[in-house]
């Protein structure tokens, strides 16, 4: 064994030792631009009734304990131009400040504490969402993101209860154009489901204009665009089907949010059915194991 390739290991695995001590995360509080430094126990805790609500029974809290942890430290690079790891809005995960965590969302922090997922020796950046609809998708799908972690979609009809599980949404043609130039394509005035991923959500959407030129966006920037113009209640996900009239585009939906990962509402209801913490993880993350950091709280 050359002596190149031992040095070559021993930093491989003194990076991997590094990865595993869990320093405090420095939040970026958008509203003021400070930055501010927080365990990452505490931060877990404090992100808790914003990202599941700290009414959520214990199991389902702990399994996104895990998911947000595992997030916030494989995603600690996204605002180091700040000084930061991550930002306190929905672009990483919801902080409004210490104060927020409640004595059920610290007990759901301490009972996983450091507990994290990983795939291939990396902690993953664990997605979730509010309500799949009958079947979880596949994150690469999702996020044009070589970074997503390979997770197997699953059937889940546990939340079949929960709000935004069945959804409807009329476009009108004449509001199209908001949608189109939002899109890239203002002169565009007709609509079409182009592709479906292998779970059945739609993947592409062409836009087409009058005189001969379209365009095709990807499923998931086009629910960003029709949520950012009517809401996120409008497109709720992109498992859709589409039918049109002379007057509008009529959508009936499944599930709310993006579909990969954990699915909250079902989590939630899971964990009602006496389902443990590591059965809900080990459904919507499967293909990812877990390990531990060191993260003193
Ligand atoms: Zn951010
Ligand atoms: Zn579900």
């Known amino acids: 064994m050359s002596a190149a390739f031992v040095a070559s290991r021993l930093a491989v695995s003194r990076a ?3 990865s595993r001590e869990a320093a405090p995360l420095r939040v970026l509080r958008t509203a003021s631009g400070r930055v501010e430094e927080v365990s990452v126990e505490a931060y877990v805790a404090a992100v808790l009734p914003g990202e599941i609500g700290r009414r959520a029974p214990a199991p389902a809290l702990e399994a996104q304990a895990v998911a947000a942890r595992s997030y916030a430290l494989a995603r600690r690079t996204r605002h180091t131009e700040a000084g930061a790891d991550l930002c306190d809005a929905v672009h990483c995960q919801v902080f409004r400040g210490l104060p927020a965590a409640t004595p059920e969302t610290r007990a759901a922090a301490e009972a996983t504490a450091g507990t994290v997922l ?21 994150p690469r799908d999702v996020w044009d993101d070589e970074e997503n972690p390979d997770l197997t979609p699953v059937e889940d009809d546990a939340c079949s209860g929960a709000p935004g599980f069945a959804w409807s949404f009329s476009l009108p043609r004449q509001e199209l154009p908001r949608l189109a130039e939002a899109l890239g394509i203002p002169e565009a005035r007709f609509l079409e489901i182009y592709g479906r991923d292998d779970t059945g959500r739609v993947s592409m959407v062409r836009l087409a204009a009058p005189g001969g030129a379209s365009r095709v966006v990807r499923g998931f920037d086009f629910r960003k665009a029709a949520s950012e113009i009517w809401g996120w209640a409008s497109v709720r996900s992109t498992a859709f089907e589409m039918a049109e009239s002379r007057t509008e585009y009529f959508l009936t939906g499944r ?40 993260s003193p709280s």
């Open 16 to 18: 991997l030792a590094a």
């Open 118 to 138: 990983v795939q291939r020796g990396r902690i993953i950046a664990a997605p979730f969402h509010a309500v799949c609809g009958g079947r979880t998708a596949r």
């Open 255 to 294: 599930g709310t949010g993006h579909g990969a990962g954990m699915c909250q509402a079902g989590a939630i209801a899971r964990a009602r059915r006496g389902e443990t913490r590591d059965a809900i993880l080990g459904l919507y993350y499967g293909g990812a194991t877990f390990s531990t950091v060191d």
